[in-house]
């Protein structure tokens, strides 16, 4: 059974189009995350969530948007897509809050190209 | 936010032991000590992680300074399939909750 899945795993689109990205965890962890991997292969945390607090990286463009209706997913939205939004996108989730003390547990990815 | 220092790269045999450096100088006396790998292609995966103590698991050793100014992950027998980027993370603080990675240490493996 895979712990944390994406959907698609692979998403080819135009500019200025509007896509989503799902993810479900079947570990029954309190907290999910979403985090972007550039081409130069940087992991960088978009947001963390749990049922209580939505926790959003001030440098995410408010273009993305996590939308959680229920504790194991949390599908990311992206509008106007643009050419820099190209990159691999990976959901994770975590026991507790923070992931400090917990293992996250990581998807595949679903990697975006935007043309 | 706590940083961390790895080697860009590290190359070691198969069925040889492989010691992965990391030097965590501003760590806090709350800061666990993160460690996870990502195999090509495919999301990071958990490797180990503690605070203090050295630690153990199926998967690797965590040897920890005592100042915690620096840790080591060990892989005691490495193999082929052990080719990846391994991270040494520090809890992020500040902003979005949870952990950030860096560059971290691609580590080859020669048969």
């Known amino acids: 059974d895979t712990a944390v899945s994406q959907t698609p795993k692979y998403l080819v689109t135009q500019m200025g189009n509007d896509k989503s990205i799902k993810c479900e965890q079947n570990?029954?962890?309190?907290?999910m995350y979403w985090y972007k991997q550039d081409s130069k292969k940087f992991l960088k945390i978009m947001f963390s969530y749990n049922n209580k607090e939505l926790i959003i990286n001030e440098t995410v463009p408010n273009r993305f948007s996590p939308k959680s209706p229920d504790k194991a997913h949390l599908n990311l939205h992206i509008n106007s897509l643009e050419l820099g939004d190209s990159a691999v996108y990976f959901c994770?989730?975590?026991?507790?809050?923070?992931?400090?003390?917990?293992?996250?547990?990581f998807g595949n990815g679903t990697r975006l190209t935007v043309t | 936010d706590a940083k961390t220092t790895q080697p860009n790269s590290m190359e070691s045999n198969e069925e040889e032991p492989v010691h992965l450096p990391c030097n965590h100088s501003?760590?806090?006396?709350?800061?666990?000590i993160h460690w996870y790998r990502q195999l090509p292609s495919q999301g990071p995966e958990y490797v180990i992680h503690g605070l203090t103590s050295n630690v153990n698991n199926r998967m690797a050793s965590l040897a920890i300074a005592e100042d915690r100014k620096s840790s080591t992950l060990i892989l005691h027998r490495a193999t082929l399939r052990d080719a990846a980027v391994y991270y040494c993370i520090l809890p992020s603080g500040g902003g979005a909750d949870g952990l950030t990675f860096g560059k971290g240490t691609h580590l080859i493996i020669q048969p």
């Open positions: 501003t760590i806090s006396g709350t800061d666990y």
């Open positions: 994770a989730s975590s026991q507790e809050g923070s992931g400090y003390n917990s293992p996250l547990h």
């Open positions: 570990l029954g962890h309190d907290t």
